[in-house]
């Protein structure tokens, strides 16, 4: 199909291989006019206030767009966003504000969403085209100061297309990702995020094509346009030309023959040119995945994150028995082959535990993790005793996330061994020999491998808040994104530190699935690589075409190197030797 538009390229961050091709549309959140609800006159201070700290974050993220879009297209396209800022203080319509709310005593964001309503209606017959279409921006505005002042009430995102779709969305949270109708929706862009989100991560998992951080996305898309998401290189092209179409094409076409000759790899051994064994395991989310891990060859889950499951309902959480049965059903369908149930990992920029948890200023450093379990015993210890239970029907493995030091593995550990004897006392089985291990994923828990390893079998390191923690930076904040680096040397010595402790060590983050630095992390003496399993055939083949005593080489220059640029460019300099064809 041919079309007249000129085609355009707007270019954001690779985060979930793949192309999609379809129509645009876009998450309307915000756009919805917000719930009424009546107020008394003495809330009208409360609501003023809550005004005001909405429309300086909503100043605050524009500035940064500015700024973003002025680094990458100039001054003059970054104007918009001077107009953007006008608006957002215009005295007109902060004047009928002070007029209309004690008038109509609602909630504040009802009556503004009815001022700017009214501004657009009269903007939209006004003669001149070139005002007509600032409609559009007046409406952005209003959008993003909307979600602004009630972004957990936002609703989910819903996505009302017959055809083949992209989604294009400001920001999506995991639990919008995880319920994106796959049906018709087969890629999505934003316009902030980063690659080691939960949902870049879940993108991966669910193999749907995603690009993110696509400064002044928003502005620049139209619901209904023809776009192709390309997940390899972070492009959309909006309003491709045949040429393009056809180039994407070819490019799909070829792209997934290759894969399919990898996949095809999957019985071959995980060995090295050297004979040196690694296991590779798959990270899962969901129970669709469950049966699809043979197909990608995975030795077992190396890390299974329960919280999508006990989370994943809304309301309640399942008990002990509705537990104990998916984790049975998970156990079961990967025998003989070991799975790892990671207990809860509430917080952070997952859902919380609690909806009405109090917001906290620093969710990542708060209430997250094995924290929230040793604080909810009850819910914690059905979920022990679920996954107990599930060891009598299959290799089952327990491990506990966001570990920050001793006295937290000892109390798990207790509290893991009165669930024993619970089940010992109610005569239901249980494997003795279950293995047990924790998270390495803050920098004092690395720091301490070698005592924590005095208490458990195994390790698994999370790479992702490991680099978050230890180098400070937000692994979701697109404004640092450029700092968020793995192969810090900072992070490098803590992973080599944990390796050093000589208890079997698997790599569970992100890291452990990218085809540069698996040389990397086999020189540093990593037992197991643990991903998304669509990204197992690949390192299947880079381990088969890697030399140990190359890689232990490579990791030993990275431990002298001063910065995350040359260690990256080590490991990757051996891996495009090693194996070419995975960079074409
Ligand atoms: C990690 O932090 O690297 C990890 C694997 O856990 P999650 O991404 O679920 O926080
Ligand atoms: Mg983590």
């Not at 008038?103 to 017959?125: D, G, S, T, W």
Request: charged share 25%; hydrophobic share 40%; with cysteine.
């Amino acid at each position: 199909m041919s079309n007249d538009a000129p085609e355009r390229r707007l270019k954001g961050q690779p985060v979930s291989p793949g192309i999609a091709v379809g129509t645009l549309i876009l998450d309307a959140r915000g756009l919805n006019s917000p719930q009424i609800r009546t107020i008394l006159p003495t809330e009208l201070e409360q609501e003023w206030k809550r005004f005001e700290s909405a429309i300086a974050r909503t100043e605050e993220e524009l500035r940064l767009l500015k700024e973003r879009v002025q680094r990458i297209s100039g001054a003059t396209e970054a104007a918009i966003f001077d107009a953007h800022l006008l608006f957002l203080r215009d005295r007109t319509i902060l004047a009928q504000l002070r007029k209309e709310m004690p008038k109509r005593l609602q909630n504040i964001e009802a009556v503004y969403y009815a001022v700017v309503q009214n501004f657009i209606e009269v903007m939209r017959q006004v003669d001149d085209p070139y005002l007509r279409s600032r409609a559009a921006d007046v409406q952005d505005v209003l959008k993003r100061v909307l979600r602004n002042m009630e972004p957990a009430r936002t609703p989910r995102v819903n996505a009302p297309s017959d055809g083949p779709a992209v989604l294009a969305a400001y920001d999506l949270a995991p639990s919008d990702t995880a319920d994106l109708d796959q049906r018709n929706i087969l890629g999505f862009v934003t316009e902030v995020g980063s690659s080691v989100s939960h949902t870049a991560i879940l993108a991966r998992s669910l193999g749907l094509p995603a690009v993110v951080a696509v400064p002044r996305l928003i502005l620049d898309c139209r619901v209904g346009q023809p776009v192709i998401l390309d997940g390899y290189n972070g492009i959309l092209i909006v309003n491709p030309t045949d040429e393009t179409r056809e180039y994407y094409r070819a490019l799909q076409v070829e792209k997934e023959k290759a894969y399919r000759t990898l996949v095809e790899m999957r019985d071959l051994p995980p060995v090295t040119l050297d004979g040196h064994r690694v296991r590779l395991a798959a990270n899962v989310e969901y129970a669709h995945e469950y049966s699809a891990l043979q197909r990608f060859g995975a030795e077992g889950v190396g890390l299974y994150r329960s919280e999508f499951f006990l989370l994943g309902n809304g309301s309640s959480l399942p008990g002990e028995e509705e537990q104990y049965e998916h984790y049975r059903m998970l156990a079961e369908s990967c025998s003989p082959n070991e799975v790892i149930i990671r207990t809860l990992d509430a917080g952070g920029d997952k859902l919380p535990f609690e909806e009405s948890a109090e917001k906290e200023d620093n969710p990542f450093l708060g209430w997250r993790g094995i924290r929230v379990s040793l604080s909810r015993l009850d819910m914690f210890k059905d979920q022990l005793r679920a996954i107990l239970r599930a060891s009598a029907h299959g290799k089952v493995g327990v491990m506990f996330p966001m570990i920050s030091g001793i006295t937290e593995v000892c109390d798990t550990l207790d509290v893991l061994d009165e669930c024993r004897a619970e089940l010992r006392e109610r005569g239901q089985a249980y494997d003795e020999h279950m293995r047990v291990g924790i998270m390495i994923e803050v920098p004092s828990a690395a720091v301490m491998a070698d005592v924590l390893a005095r208490h458990v079998d195994f390790f698994s390191i999370g790479t992702n808040d490991l680099t978050q923690y230890t180098i400070a930076v937000d692994r979701v904040n697109s404004r640092v994104a450029q700092m968020f680096r793995p192969t810090h040397p900072g992070v490098v010595r803590l992973i080599a530190q944990t390796m050093r402790a000589g208890i079997p060590t698997a790599i569970c983050g992100e890291m452990g699935g990218d085809i540069s630095l698996v040389p990397l992390l086999i020189g540093l003496g990593a037992h197991e690589l643990s991903m998304s399993m669509h990204l197992l055939p690949q390192v299947r083949f880079a381990v088969r075409h890697l030399r140990y005593s190359d890689c232990v080489a490579v990791a030993e220059q990275a431990l002298l190197a001063e910065d995350s640029h040359t260690i990256r460019s080590l490991s990757r300099d051996l891996a495009k030797k090693a194996y070419p064809e995975l960079f074409d």
